[in-house]
């Protein structure tokens, strides 16, 4: 696939401990030992009650990256990257119908479609222009960021690219690696000569010699941590070939210069 | 951008199995709705494919789900134009872009049903490779022969329609040379009882348009396109408009303001006039608010003239799938010069001001517009015209 270059303008994640890219940039958990819920902080009030952990943590990353960038988020296209999307909610229906026998809950059914983050975010932003959803298993991060450089090659200035999973749903994988939640943004913009930030390029193989973050165990078989990975060596200002599916996937890589 | 060239187009659903059986159906105005193979405590017709679908080859079998082999059906058909652009161009530069709704929750909630009774998850269930939104990619990729870059788009029920535009941009972007686009869906519990809880769902087959109209008829199957930077086209996707309502989670714009949006994005960005469409596949679920904000946004776009059907009324509401059937029909209407009829029972509401023939049109359909919305308030119009 042909290199497409974009710049990285600006970035946000939620980690449990790590509320923000700023506290998982300096290694400081805000609240040692106590798992921080996410906020939801790019949701109105009404749309924060109605999102789940996994979308308030997709809110709480996309408001930082965008905030950082300076975009504007009533105009600028959103990618919610998932693998297995609103799956709790899913097995909280399935909870609903097969063991409580109990009347399906309409207001949860609305919010368990993939895209309902995406659908609270353009609501809660006001954005009435592009939005998606998608998912590819470990390939997912590099997926939102080529979906993402399509748009900028063909007329958007900046987009957010931001990829979250839930934590593992142990009863539909007893026998699989446990993960925890987490969720990543990155916005980026259309490259130009005077830009300080981070030129970015995605390669479907070759070899890495930038390595990943120091994530605690517990996310690394998050299907997400590619783009923990690449925040994280953003914010090193690191040069070179980065996986962006930790072996997991196809063997995407992005390729980062300062 | 260039106009997507559409070099092939395959299709699934309750009328069949493939462009002929489906012609049939559509020709004759016979609907696929009626009974269906799903378990429920209240009354529904579905959409159902009742032909058996192809077994995944052995190498293949720990993949295997319906939504797997009703992907393998579809390649089936798409034999043809997928050996010629693999002739053509590299495996790496084919994507594979397909869109659902559902994913495997079909799989999921029968293994589920068996562990909540006690009985643990079946021997053979395999969340990642049987559930998972990505599950059915590798088994695509390995069918089809390519391996290009490939992910699943999910919004609901524009998802397939999303696949069209993310392949116009990475052809045009110099990403890829060709894609396999579309999406799939299949009948699940979770889903009909969902839209059950909604009061969305219609007890008799959906009357889209119709005065007493109450509600949408669950349906599944899918469709795929190959799509290619240069060939001989059947038909070419000229424009698409992609747009949000930024309104409500479940219920549309009253006055269509999205739906109008992406009509007038997919005409713009095809360098076309309102005048230049000569047939609309709505997106006309059944609903009471669904079908009133969708012909107020034709009306507003389009005007009263051009004839307006929602095939759902054949199909059921195919969810993630709906795009990319929808798109295939509008393709069959531009190379066999006719439209099908609006079926469904009753009189077509006289508060839809667009026209609905209730009988077979023939005449040149040389550019459709197909429309889609979703839940998230998510929209996206296709035009679709004649090469």
Known sequence: ?258 | MAPLLVTGYSMVSALGLGRRQHLEALAAGRTGLGEHPIDLDFETAAGAVRQPLPELPAELQPWSTRLARMAYALLQELDEPLRRAREKWRPDRVAVLLGTSTAGAETTEVAYKQFVAGGGFPRDYDFQRQHTFGAVLSVVRKLAGVDGPSWMASTACTSSGKTFATAQRLIAAGAIDAAIVGGLDTLCTMTMTGFNSLQALDSKPCRPFREDRSGISIGEGGAFALVERAGDARVLIEGIGETSDAYHISAPHPEGLGAQAAMHEALQRGGRYPTDVDHVNAHGTGTRLNDTAEANAIQCVLGTEVPTVSTKAYTGHTLGAAAAIELAFAACAIEEGWIPPAIGDGAIDPEVAVKIPTERMTGRFERVLSNSFAFGGNNVSLLVAKP
């Open chain 1, 1 to 258: 696939m042909s290199p497409l270059q974009v710049n990285v303008a600006g970035v946000g994640l939620w980690m449990p401990q790590f509320p923000n890219a700023a506290a998982w940039a300096q290694r400081q958990p805000l609240a040692e030992g106590e798992p921080i819920k996410p906020t939801g902080e790019a949701f109105s009030r009404v749309n924060r009650r109605r999102a789940s952990q996994m979308g308030r943590a997709i809110g709480d990353a996309v408001a930082e990256a965008m905030a950082q960038a300076g975009v504007d988020p009533r105009t600028t296209p959103v990618i919610v990257g998932s693998s297995i999307g609103e799956a709790s909610a899913m097995i909280g229906l399935l909870d609903q119908m097969w063991r409580a026998q109990e009347p399906m809950s309409p207001a949860v059914f609305t919010v368990s479609v993939h895209n309902a983050a995406s659908g609270l975010l353009s609501i809660s932003m006001k954005n009435k222009g592009y939005t998606t959803s998608i998912a590819a298993d470990y390939d997912t991060p590099a997926a939102a960021l080529l979906e993402g450089i399509g748009l900028i090659a063909t007329g958007h200035d900046a987009v957010c690219c931001v990829c979250a999973d839930e934590e593992s749903p142990r009863s539909l994988l007893e026998h699989a690696p446990h993960w925890d939640m987490l969720a990543g943004a990155v916005v980026l913009t259309k490259t130009n000569a005077s830009d300080a930030g981070v030129q970015l390029t995605v390669h479907t193989s070759g070899d890495a010699d930038v390595a990943g973050s120091d994530v605690a165990a517990k996310f690394t078989h998050n299907p997400q941590v590619g783009i923990i990975d690449l925040i994280d060596a953003v914010q090193r200002k690191a040069n070179g070939m980065l996986r962006l599916d930790r072996g997991k996937g196809r063997g995407y890589l992005a390729q980062l210069a300062s």
